[in-house]
């Protein structure tokens, strides 16, 4: 008997390896580490992605620059002497220290760190031309990957909620883009300072002008994008003013770090999404038929719904205690207490005599019979009672009788 065929396998798609403006191995130290840790790092717009290896596609970490304040050389704690590879990273909530495999490697990462966040390519560091090249080409598609996207300080709020949202939250920032209610394409700049204790907010607007975003104020600023509007304001006020950035820093793809079998070097997997479920085999045992509910026995019928002028809330009272005449009701929660017996209570009055009923005669019968001696005690007692009427019925009719003689 032939074997039913196997589905054909279908090669998993190869997963396309990222594309960074500048990546190669750095070591970082943060600011609850104990100590540097290697990674594999890509700059990708104005996010440094750390991998495990050059080999993985999926990082384990990553650090946002839109909080960017500024960079330093610094060497280690209790080293007088840098050898020139140590640089630190300030943001606005941590310090980030790296070290760099070179000289040439650290002015590598500060250039590029620069130039994508200050959009211009920095000129006081030790670069070669060659450097200085790639670092306009990455400017270049940085400009043309922001004039298309909005930046996140951008929320649909309207002025007092932006007001409240920079007075909330001050430690997000205090520059906030909004739409503006004079037209569809314009949009108004919120910002909040604190001068001599005293918070003032200020709004600025900014027109549309065909391509261009047009700061309205005494001298007139076109800019190509809304992130050039941001980075105006910024750069305008030596960073006084800082993009409001939310906290909602989740990641969207579940994955776990897994050891690779043949070199034991350890890999970041994405789980995969859940299917319908695996197939059974066409060899293996047959799924049962469905049953039909013709065969299974009606149910009862359900009770009535109770009416809605009804009160819902039932009260729970107590169980009823039952009374056993033969037995102790033990309770599992309580010790066994013995009951005094209780005594037998004289009776108050003596009882009555029973009543016989009177020897009928033998011509009269009565139309009710005698039941066999088998019978129940309420049937006996019935009988009773109806002997006692019958007579008196017999002797109310023997003195009628006399009577009328």
């Not at 000289?103 to 590598?108: I, Q």
């Not at 391509?211 to 910024?234: G, H, K, Q, T």
């Not at 007692?381 to 003195?399: C, F, I, N, P, S």
């Amino acid at each position: 008997m032939a074997s039913a065929l196997s589905p054909p396998r279908v090669p998993k798609p190869k997963a396309t390896q990222p594309s960074h403006y500048h990546e190669s191995f750095l070591e970082k130290k943060g600011p609850l580490d104990k100590d540097y840790r290697k990674f594999w790092a890509g700059l990708q717009g104005l996010t440094i992605y750390f991998y495990n290896s050059n080999r993985d596609f999926q990082p384990l970490e990553k650090l946002d620059l839109r909080t960017f304040v500024k960079l330093t050389d610094e060497a280690p704690r209790g080293s007088m002497w840098d050898p020139g590879i140590h640089f630190s990273l300030v943001l606005r909530d941590q310090d980030i220290k790296f070290k760099a495999e070179s000289l040439e490697s650290r002015e590598m990462w500060k250039g590029f760190i620069l130039t994508v966040v200050e959009l211009c390519v920095p000129s006081n560091l030790t670069l070669l031309p060659g450097h200085l090249y790639m670092m306009s080409e990455v400017l270049s598609k940085e400009g043309a990957r922001r004039a298309l996207e909005v930046p996140p300080c951008f929320l649909k709020v309207s002025r007092l909620e932006a007001q409240l949202l920079l007075e909330r939250y001050p430690e997000c920032g205090n520059l906030l883009l909004r739409p503006s209610g004079a037209g569809a394409d314009n949009v108004s700049v919120s910002t909040r300072q604190v001068v001599n204790g005293t918070a003032e907010v200020r709004h600025y607007k900014v027109k549309r002008e065909g391509s261009l975003y047009v700061i309205d104020m005494e001298e007139p600023f076109s800019c190509a994008s809304l992130d050039a509007v941001v980075n105006y304001f910024v750069s305008q006020t030596k960073r006084a003013l800082v993009p409001f950035l939310l906290d909602d820093d989740y990641e969207k793809v579940l994955g776990y770090v897994e050891t690779d079998k043949e070199n034991g070097e350890s890999v970041w997997v994405v789980s995969s999404a859940p299917g319908p479920g695996p197939t059974p085999p066409a060899d293996g045992p047959k799924s049962l038929p469905p049953v039909s509910n013709q065969d299974k026995p009606p149910f009862p019928p359900l009770p009535p719904p109770p009416s809605q002028d009804e009160n819902y809330v039932t009260p729970i009272g107590d169980a009823p205690t039952t009374d056993y005449e033969n037995q102790e009701v033990i309770s599992p929660r309580r010790p066994i207490v013995p009951k005094p017996e209780k005594l037998a209570k004289p009776p108050a009055k003596p009882p009555k005599p029973p009543i016989v009923p009177r020897p009928e005669p033998k011509g009269n019968r009565s139309v009710l019979t005698r039941k066999p001696p088998g019978s129940t005690p309420q049937a006996l007692l019935l009988t009773t009672r109806l002997g006692d009427v019958t007579a008196e019925l017999e002797e109310k009719l023997q003195r009628r009788r006399a009577l009328e003689q």
